[in-house]
């Protein structure tokens, strides 16, 4: 998710998945209170611009901080004053694109230059 069209910024090595029969299913996964989906644009290889910390043992990425100019600091200044769906440090990444329940998952799924669906949750519903 940093600057060199990697999801984040975390030390996590992510899988790449060249042929496409041998990427992880999309599993079904219970809805939290509090979460909303942002849609982004990857598709010309910009970086999300967050940087995030896998955790292992909730299954997802904690977002610590989000680089001005970004593609979510972007999102972030598309949204009125009042929306819910601004992503703030803390919050956790639980979904992309149909993809959730592993950090190394969440981050390949980021690196994927298309269009991605995020899924995030305030940090107390998690």
């Known amino acids: 998710m ?17 042929d496409e029969s041998k ?10 209170a509090g979460e909303f989906t942002i849609t982004v644009d990857r598709t010309s290889g910009e970086g999300l611009g ?14 610590k901080n989000i680089a001005p100019g970004g593609l979510v600091d972007r999102w972030n200044k598309s949204q009125g004053p009042s929306s819910r769906s601004i992503v703030r440090p803390g919050m956790r990444v639980v979904e992309v694109n149909g993809r959730s329940g592993s950090p190394k998952q969440l981050i390949a799924a ?3 230059t298309e ?12």
Do not use: W
Not at 51 to 58: K, L, T
Not at 115 to 126: D, G, H, K, R, Y
């Open 2 to 18: 940093g600057t060199v069209g990697s999801c984040c910024s975390c030390e996590d090595d992510a899988h790449v998945y060249p």
């Open 23 to 32: 990427r992880p299913k999309r599993q079904s996964r219970p809805r939290l």
């Open 50 to 63: 967050v940087d995030a910390s896998p955790d292992v043992r909730m299954g997802n990425l904690e977002i």
């Open 110 to 112: 980021c690196r994927e």
């Open 115 to 126: 269009v991605l669906q995020i899924t995030f949750v305030p940090e107390t519903a998690s």
